[in-house]
């Protein structure tokens, strides 16, 4: 697993180079905004079991068929683990909001859960519109926990359903 700040050392050292320019400048970057970061996590932290109900709700509501017969979130098991999963997502989207770094998302997130998913009949297009639902009322959350600019939120939301939405070669 990995973060901004290892992640940027290891591919300098690679090469034996010092910390350039370049470098400097992404670690500012990282560390201005180190404090949004965290509140985002923070503000996460704090609605987590709100967020993910709610985003539910909102996916349910816009694709009732979801949760009809025949539909995959459809009996009380399935409904479950599909919220259980929105709830894997945020809480993974958290530590990568601080690690300033999708690495943690790929390892344990995203590695082999097309195929998972695929295997089990888990309708991708459904589940990177609950991923992005999600999203949107985190950055709601962030906004009034007050953090103005509230962008780098998208990262690990758009990394994850950029991966899930990638057509195998
Ligand atoms: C931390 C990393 C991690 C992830 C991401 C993860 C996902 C994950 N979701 C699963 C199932 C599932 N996932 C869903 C999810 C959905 N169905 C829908 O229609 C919706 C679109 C969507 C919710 C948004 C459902 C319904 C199942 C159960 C499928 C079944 O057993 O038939 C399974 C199969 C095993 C199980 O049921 O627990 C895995 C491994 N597990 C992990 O350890």
């Given at each position: 697993?990995?973060?901004?700040?290892?992640?940027?050392?290891?591919?300098?050292?690679?090469?034996?180079?010092?910390?350039?320019?370049?470098?400097?400048?992404?670690?500012?970057?990282?560390?201005?905004t180190g404090t949004?970061?965290?509140?985002?996590?923070?503000?996460?932290?704090?609605?987590?079991?709100?967020?993910?109900?709610?985003?539910?709700?909102?996916?349910?509501?816009?694709?009732?068929?979801?949760?009809?017969?025949?539909?995959?979130?459809?009996?009380?098991?399935?409904?479950?683990?599909?919220?259980?999963?929105?709830?894997?997502?945020?809480?993974?989207?958290?530590?990568?909001?601080?690690?300033g770094d999708t690495?943690?998302?790929?390892?344990?997130?995203?590695?082999?859960?097309?195929?998972?998913?695929?295997?089990?009949?888990?309708?991708?297009?459904?589940?990177?519109?609950?991923?992005?639902?999600?999203?949107?009322?985190?950055k709601q959350q962030?906004?009034?926990?007050?953090?103005?600019?509230?962008?780098?939120?998208?990262?690990?939301?758009?990394?994850?359903?950029?991966?899930?939405?990638?057509?195998?070669?």
């Amino acid at each position: 697993m990995r973060d901004a700040i290892t992640n940027l050392i290891k591919n300098y050292d690679v090469s034996g180079r010092y910390l350039d320019r370049n470098a400097v400048d992404s670690l500012k970057s990282y560390f201005q905004t180190g404090t949004a970061r965290v509140q985002a996590a923070a503000a996460i932290n704090a609605n987590s079991a709100s967020i993910v109900k709610q985003a539910g709700s909102q996916l349910f509501e816009e694709l009732p068929e979801l949760i009809r017969p025949g539909g995959n979130a459809y009996t009380t098991r399935r409904y479950a683990a599909c919220l259980r999963d929105m709830d894997y997502y945020l809480r993974y989207a958290s530590y990568a909001l601080v690690a300033g770094d999708t690495n943690v998302l790929d390892e344990r997130v995203l590695q082999g859960l097309r195929e998972t998913y695929n295997s089990l009949g888990v309708p991708i297009g459904p589940t990177v519109r609950g991923i992005q639902i999600m999203k949107d009322i985190v950055k709601q959350q962030v906004a009034a926990a007050g953090v103005e600019n509230t962008g780098f939120v998208d990262q690990p939301f758009d990394h994850m359903t950029r991966d899930l939405s990638e057509q195998d070669v």
